[in-house]
Structure formats: C-alpha cells, structure tokens
C-alpha cells in the first residue's frame, strides 16, 4: 500500500503566497519523479510543475517564475512554493509520483487526494 498526502491549501488574496507539501508512505522502494497538477472546475486536469529524483524540474508557462517545486527525498516529499498567487490558481491540487513499490517489479503512478486553492481578488 502507498498513500499520498496533500496538505498545505487554503484561502489566500490576490498577491499572497502558499506552500504545499505531499508526502509519500508506505512500502515503497524509490521514487521517481514527482510532480504537482491541478484541476479547476469546468476545465481538465493540467501539469503545474514536475521534478525527476536528480532535481531537474520543469513548470507550465502560466506559473513559471512564481512557483518552485522541490523535494526532500529523505522524507519522500515534494512541495510546491506559490508565489504571486492570482485568482486563476484558484484549483485543487495534486501531487502525483511515479514509485517502486517494495515486492514489484515495475513503477506505478499513484496520486494524492487533493488540496483546495482559493485566491481571490
């Protein structure tokens, strides 16, 4: 069993700042990369910021410059830093790792439950 925790969400104005975190637990080998998602109402679920197990990270345009994704992998968690939050970030989010779980033989995408951001204006 893995399990994926968000925590960190909330309520924030215009011009503020969040951190999220998700820790991974559980049997779990390794984990590769690590990334955040979000999805707002009405609209797809969309890549936010993504960071491989060497550190290289990658992000959407819409939060490049104002977001930081990093990971403590001692601690097998990822965080997302928010900075210069906007109302369009208003989403839940999610943190998803691709893991070897102890006793497989292959990685499998596991997903978090979500944490709600809400900016307004």
């Known amino acids: 069993q893995v399990h994926l925790v968000e925590s960190g969400g909330g309520s924030v104005q215009a011009g503020g700042s969040l951190k999220l975190s998700c820790a991974a637990s559980?049997?779990?080998?390794?984990?590769?990369?690590m990334a955040w998602y979000r999805q707002a109402p009405g609209k797809k679920r969309e890549l936010v910021a993504a960071?491989?197990?060497?550190?290289?990270?990658n992000y959407a345009d819409s939060v490049k410059g104002r977001f930081t994704i990093s990971r403590d992998n001692a601690k097998n968690t990822v965080y997302l830093q928010m900075n210069s939050l906007k109302p369009e970030d208003t989403a839940v989010y999610y943190c998803?790792?691709?893991?070897?779980?102890?006793?497989?033989?292959?990685?499998?995408?596991?997903w978090g439950q979500g944490t709600q951001v809400t900016v307004s204006s």
């Open positions: 998803k790792a691709k893991l070897l779980q102890i006793g497989l033989m292959i990685e499998y995408e596991y």
């Open positions: 960071i491989t197990s060497g550190g290289t990270t």
């Open positions: 559980g049997y779990i080998f390794s984990i590769d990369a």
